[in-house]
């Protein structure tokens, strides 16, 4: 329950702070994001379209307990307009932090967002972060994300969508990578 009622605070304080709010989850993993649209607060062209990105990720041992989380703040640009066959890209860099095994972990992944619009009612999202070692910090070496959504339209301002992520870090002092996220997941997205 009280995982319930601290996710239903978080996700109202995403609504009321951006312009989209969308959470997902599978069987051990919750995650929030949020995307709060800066073209009508600032004085910027129309020709992109400019977000600031809030999102966080927590996942669960075997016994219920947060085993590890993964937050994250950036900034995104987008295209807002569709080529002939329905696809549009943007570019962002973000903050990404996170605690496991407790050594702390700290990026600044570039990302490439893509979107592709079958039809009206669907539409698929493609979204790849990659850190160097160069834009990795405190004990990291270096991070990886990947993650592709179908979004399907359920009314003018809602998606419901299924998706799979990966995400994966390297530490200076462990040889191998750590997934720390590999799964499929069910969400919905409410724009406003």
């Known amino acids: 329950m009280n995982k319930i009622i ?41 020709s992109s379209n400019y ?7 927590s996942t669960e041992n075997d016994e219920g307990e947060i085993d590890q989380t993964l937050s994250t703040i950036g900034f995104k640009v987008l295209n807002p307009y569709m080529n002939n066959y329905g696809l549009s890209f943007g570019i962002g860099m973000r903050n990404v932090y996170t605690d496991q095994y407790d050594m702390g972990f700290s990026a600044l992944p570039l990302v490439i967002y893509s979107k592709y ?7 698929f999202n493609l979204d790849l972060s990659f850190a160097p ?25 809602a998606y419901i969508y299924v998706g799979v992520r990966y995400i994966s870090t390297k530490y200076t002092d462990i040889e191998e990578d750590i997934e720390f996220d590999d799964a499929a997941f069910l969400g919905f997205k409410i724009n406003f």
């Open 6 to 46: 601290a996710g239903l605070v978080l996700i109202s304080g995403l609504l009321f702070a951006g312009n989209n709010a969308q959470i997902n989850i599978n069987n051990n993993t919750l995650e929030l994001e949020s995307d709060i649209y800066l073209n009508n607060l600032y004085s910027m062209n129309n």
């Open 133 to 157: 070692q160069v834009l990795t910090y405190l004990d990291g070496e270096e991070y990886k994300e990947g993650k592709l959504l179908m979004n399907y339209k359920i009314n003018s301002d």
């Open 51 to 57: 977000y600031f990105t809030v999102g966080y990720l």
């Open 117 to 123: 619009e079958l039809n009206e009612m669907v539409y």
